[in-house]
């Protein structure tokens, strides 16, 4: 599943394409993805001018001069195609720009979603009222996660891919944050140290910034709008690297499933 870092990529790879100009086109292909399409988007969004294009969590936002906010949500497979050169069958939304520009937003197995709420309301969208803090944001320190974490008998993994403790980590960056920071990802969250806690803030917003820099982790069919994909892949330090030597130490690194996840660790730098 696309993570932040993709979805902040993808943001970025749109926002050239979006940010400025007027929806002239605005078509759905199907009547659904996860859940079904507004019925008023394309009555709403066409001829409204795009001013700003975000993220919030694992989110895109696009936001019209009209007041009205897109967000989508790429689900398991779903990324946008800038320019196709013809529209294919998983081309489920279609946008279409005044400066001659086409986005197809595909995806094949339908598990993401688009919806349209009003910009003063986009505070109280249900999935946002329920979320931590951002990650990268100012406000992710230490001593705010080491006081979120106080009492928390959960392991630490399971713990940050909580959205209500931090909004938008996934599965794979969190066992390469927890690596960096030398933490044991079946650690007890409430048990960390103020300084642990704060060597893993530090190790979350490295590993994000890095993944961004890279374009993001290329998993099955994600991409980014311009059909290039991500390459930070090939920095992982533990994951999908099972048995392989470990970055710091050489051990072996280990993996185990939980809840349908693999969580992949060196047994020897994280305790």
Not at 201 to 212: E, H, M, N
Request: aromatic share 6%; net charge positive.
């Amino acid at each position: 599943m696309p993570e932040l870092p993709e979805v902040e990529t993808t943001v970025a790879g749109l926002r050239p394409v979006l940010q400025g100009h007027v929806l002239t086109r605005v078509e759905t292909r199907r009547a659904d993805l996860r859940t079904p399409f507004p019925p008023d988007l394309r009555q709403r969004l066409t001829g409204a001018r795009v001013t700003t294009l975000s993220r919030r969590a694992k989110y895109g936002l696009i936001d019209t001069d009209r007041g009205d906010v897109m967000i989508f949500h790429l689900g398991m497979s779903g990324r946008w195609r800038v320019d196709p050169a013809e529209v294919g069958k998983h081309d489920h939304l279609i946008l279409e720009t005044d400066a001659g520009r086409r986005l197809a937003l595909c995806d094949p197995r339908r598990f993401g979603f688009v919806d349209l709420v009003t910009a003063d309301t986009l505070g109280e969208y249900p999935p946002f009222t329920r979320m931590g803090p951002e990650p990268l944001d100012a406000a992710f320190t230490g001593p705010a996660l080491h006081a979120t974490l106080a009492g928390k008998t959960s392991p630490i993994k399971a713990t940050l891919l909580d959205q209500r403790v931090v909004a938008g980590l996934g599965n794979i960056y969190v066992c390469e944050a927890l690596h960096m920071a030398g933490i044991a990802p079946e650690r007890a969250a409430g048990a960390l140290s103020p300084e642990q806690c704060s060597a893993l803030v530090a190790a979350v917003k490295q590993v994000l910034t890095a993944a961004i820099e890279a374009g993001g982790s290329t998993l099955r069919d994600y991409a980014r709008p311009d059909g290039e994909l991500g390459y930070f892949a090939k920095q992982w330090r533990v994951y999908g690297r099972e048995g392989e030597a470990c970055p710091a130490c050489a051990t072996p690194v280990s993996r185990r499933a939980e809840g349908g996840r693999s969580t992949f660790y060196c047994s020897t730098c994280q305790r």
